[in-house]
C-alpha cells in the first residue's frame, strides 16, 4: 500500500509557510524534513508518524490517541503513530506543530 496522496497534500499546506522543509520519500511512505531533521511522516500503513522529544512520549501516549510506533517489531522512542481517523484538521495541524518544533530543536543537518 502506498502513502495517501490527500493527507501528504495537506501536510504540505501546513508546512508552506516554513523554511528548509524537504521532502523524501522512505520506507513506502513519504518523509517531511526541517533542516535535514525529519519531523514527520505519511505512512504506507495509514496516518502519520511524528517526531516528538523521548521524555514526552508517555505522557502523549496517555493524554492522546497516538500510539507508540513500531517498525520491524521494534518500539521507535520518539516516535508515535497517529491513525487517519484521528486526523481531522485540528488534530493534524497540532500533530505537525509537534513533529516541526522537536525537528527545529536539533541541529541542522544541511
Request: charged share 30%; hydrophobic share 45%; no cysteine.
Amino acid at each position: 500500500m502506498a502513502y495517501d496522496d490527500e493527507l501528504a497534500d495537506r501536510v504540505r499546506e501546513l508546512l508552506a509557510g516554513e523554511s528548509g522543509v524537504t521532502e523524501q520519500r522512505m520506507f513506502g511512505g513519504l518523509a517531511f524534513l526541517l533542516n535535514g531533521n525529519m519531523a514527520l511522516a505519511v505512512s504506507r500503513q495509514g496516518g502519520i508518524l511524528v517526531r516528538v522529544d523521548p521524555e514526552d512520549v508517555d505522557r502523549l501516549l496517555a493524554s492522546s490517541r497516538a500510539e507508540a510506533a513500531v517498525m520491524g517489531g521494534r518500539t521507535m522512542r520518539g516516535w508515535l503513530r497517529v491513525h487517519a481517523t484521528r486526523l481531522r484538521t485540528i488534530e493534524l495541524a497540532r500533530w505537525v506543530s509537534r513533529g516541526v518544533e522537536f525537528a527545529k530543536s536539533l541541529p541542522g543537518k544541511d
